[in-house]
T-cell receptor
Framework: GENVEQHPSTLSVQEGDSAVIKCTYS??????FPWYKQELGKGPQLIID?????GEKKDQRIAVTLNKTAKHFSLHITETQPEDSAVYFC????????????FGSGTKLNVKP | DTAVSQTPKYLVTQMGNDKSIKCEQN?????MYWYKQDSKKFLKIMFS???????INETVPNRFSPKSPDKAHLNLHINSLELGDSAVYFC???????????FGPGTRLTVT
């Protein structure tokens, strides 16, 4: 099955700086890569996703890049704000079992004011 | 106007008891899921139903039994609760042809 690894496990940045979280996957059949933000005491919330036919996608201050050859994808958050502090999860799903998401282990992002 | 709702939000019970968690979605989605998030925040899928039919059944003890009375509801029943069942359980749903999954607020289960 698919294996998704996520780094770093914790990330502390100053407000206004950029934050980058990286994930790698193992199954070349994976073709959908969502990112979720989980605030304390809440469920994960989808913030951005990318499909394998696209190399980059941007939505305001967040962007995701995908390198299919290297089997890695990254979340970029620019101009970080204290409200960006949360746990971020990457995930992957395959073309042959697209309902099944394999999640990374999470990154706790702390944005210091 | 809650999209995916779960009850209860907190559940504290003793070992050996049987308990249920309920999930409802009002998004009109066809597929629903149960996930378990352990103390290290790791999220793992347990079950998935598409239009009341079981489509994903991970390696989960058979003490866990999902039930989908209709496509808007997916309940999780757990028999003979064990200490290791303590976790946060999330329900999620997704449309039939789009992969985006929407999560509920979670149910924190504590077994003492």
């Amino acid at each position: 099955g698919e294996n998704v690894e996520q780094h770093p496990s914790t990330l502390s940045v100053q407000e206004g700086d950029s934050a980058v979280i990286k994930c790698t996957y193992s199954d070349s059949a994976s073709n959908y890569f969502p990112w979720y933000k989980q605030e304390l005491g809440k469920g994960p919330q989808l913030i951005i996703d990318i499909r394998s036919n696209v190399g980059e996608k941007k939505d305001q201050r967040i962007a995701v890049t995908l390198n299919k050859t290297a089997k890695h994808f990254s979340l970029h958050i620019t101009e970080t704000q204290p409200e960006d502090s949360a746990v971020y999860f990457c995930a992957a799903s395959t073309s042959y079992n697209f309902n099944k998401f394999y999640f990374g282990s999470g990154t706790k992002l702390n944005v210091k004011p | 106007d809650t999209a995916v709702s779960q009850t209860p939000k907190y559940l504290v019970t003793q070992m050996g008891n049987d308990k249920s968690i309920k999930c409802e979605q009002n998004l009109g989605h066809d597929t629903m899921y149960w996930y378990k998030q352990d103390s290290k925040k790791f999220l793992k899928i347990m079950f998935s139903y598409n239009n009341k039919e079981l489509i994903i059944n991970e390696t989960v003890p058979n003490r866990f039994s999902p039930k989908s009375p209709d496509k808007a509801h997916l309940n999780l029943h757990i028999n003979s609760l064990e200490l290791g069942d303590s976790a946060v359980y999330f329900c999620a749903s997704s449309p039939a042809t789009i992969r985006e999954q929407y999560f509920g607020p979670g149910t924190r289960l504590t077994v003492t």
